[in-house]
């Protein structure tokens, strides 16, 4: 018997109880829980304290303590755990590595598992739409509106279309994510004029379909693997050596798919692929004679995803990108590595608590005096657009991909 085996039938002869016994995944995370000092550090920075409170959200020491809670005890932690938005704020600050986010997962799967009713409603739709068409967001249903809607954007945006590449066999992969590839399309769009410009031998897959990361968040680990394991087959049926991202949450999920399902492939966000393989010299050298455009003074918001899930590398490397572009100002934001609210899927039942977290970042982007707010994420982007919108600001947002994009000269 395998270790997956074992598991499945120490979970078999548990049901009853509504117990599920811990994978030897999630071994380290539970463990991790045992080293806490109980110093309170991670509930003075997490951000869903900070934003609504300690009455509404306990924060992520009690999500600890709640792991030694045992059946029907444990499903009162619904309450708390749904409103994490898992940044990773906590484990980073935490001086004995207790992975809350993980844990965080952990119980929101055993929920799932053993008592659907306290799941979240808002969710439900998400994993609708995820079991029905693979994806985390429904696709356009006309072709041709979707294909104008892009062109609007690309006009809007004054990008170039490129036509999709749908080779058998290429060097990269292409990952746009469910966010690009239904609703940003400007980002996959632009990220495609990159590869372009670069003359990368890239591909795009024939078949969209997630990373699975909505429903891991859900607690769905079954349907998560099974988006893992159909992604794993297209993925090698490709031969591709680097899978290249540019939404945050893709990047740190695939990371961590492609090691614990042996892919033996990396997922890099793009601004890795531009600086580690395209190379800064390269791009200046493109930039030499960009297109007019007006100067622009910006400020930058670091996805969770990538700086706490990833690495902070990614966002140094945005932020010389940034620098080599012609005819642009960067003004650091107080609240630069804040969480916006937009993760852990906290929107989609509890937007209150989303827009309250997102609040700090929009008065630190305010106060930096910038025109314009860049931020390599897709799901980032929407979240902090659409509350400066509401809140009346003229800041405007552009996901980073796309102004990298609009700064390459047109390609001979
Ligand atoms: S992951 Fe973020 S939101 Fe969740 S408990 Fe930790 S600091 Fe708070
Ligand atoms: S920061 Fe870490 S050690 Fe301190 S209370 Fe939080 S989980 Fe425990």
Redesign the pocket.
């Given at each position: 018997m395998n270790e997956d085996e074992a598991f499945e039938y120490a979970k078999s002869t548990l049901k009853e109880e509504r117990i599920t016994p811990y994978h030897p995944h999630e071994f380290e995370a539970v463990n991790s829980v045992e080293?806490?000092?109980?110093?309170?550090?991670?509930?003075s920075h997490c951000p869903v304290v900070a934003a609504v409170g300690i009455d509404r959200f306990s924060g992520?020491?009690s999500i600890?303590v709640e792991l030694s809670r045992s059946p029907p005890e444990f499903w009162s932690t619904a309450e708390i755990v749904y409103l994490c938005t898992g940044c990773g704020t906590?484990r980073e600050?935490?001086?004995?590595n207790?992975d809350?986010p993980e844990v965080v997962n952990l119980i929101r799967a055993r929920i799932f598992e053993h008592r659907r009713d306290l799941v979240p409603k808002g969710l439900y739709m998400v994993r609708e739409i995820l079991t029905k068409y693979n994806l985390a967001f429904e696709p356009w249903e006309d072709k041709a509106e979707k294909a104008e809607s892009r062109d609007m954007r690309l006009e809007r945006l004054g990008l170039p279309f490129v036509q999709d590449k749908n080779l058998d066999k290429a060097e990269v992969l292409f990952y746009p994510g469910c966010q690009a590839e239904e609703r940003a399309q400007e980002v996959r769009e632009a990220a495609k004029v990159i590869l372009d410009y670069f003359d990368v031998d890239y591909t795009l897959l024939d078949e969209m379909s997630c990373c699975g990361l909505p429903a891991r968040l859900i607690g769905d680990n079954e349907t998560a693997r099974s988006l893992a394991e159909q992604l794993k087959e297209k993925v090698m049926r490709l031969g591709t050596k680097t899978v290249v991202t540019t939404c945050a949450g893709c990047t740190s999920n695939l990371s961590d798919i492609s090691h614990n399902y042996d892919w033996g492939i990396p997922t890099i966000h793009i601004l890795e692929f531009l600086v580690e393989e395209i190379g800064l010299e390269r791009m200046r050298k493109a930039m030499d004679k960009p297109p007019e455009l007006t100067e622009v003074h910006v400020t930058v918001h670091d996805p969770c995803h990538l700086i706490k899930h990833t690495s902070r590398q990614i966002m140094e490397h945005a932020l010389n990108i940034l620098r080599a572009l012609p005819s642009v100002r960067v003004s650091e934001s107080e609240a630069y590595d804040s969480c916006c609210g937009g993760g852990g899927l906290v929107a989609y039942h509890a937007s209150d608590v989303a827009n309250a977290v997102v609040k700090e970042n929009m008065k630190a982007i305010q106060k930096t005096g910038a025109d314009r707010l860049v931020t390599p994420c897709p799901l980032c982007t929407a979240q902090i657009e659409s509350n400066l919108f509401k809140a009346g600001s003229s800041v405007e947002v552009d996901d980073l991909t796309v102004f990298i994009a609009q700064r390459l000269p047109k390609k001979r």
């Open positions: 080293s806490c000092i109980n110093c309170g550090l991670c509930l992520p020491r600890a906590c600050v935490c001086p004995k207790v809350i």
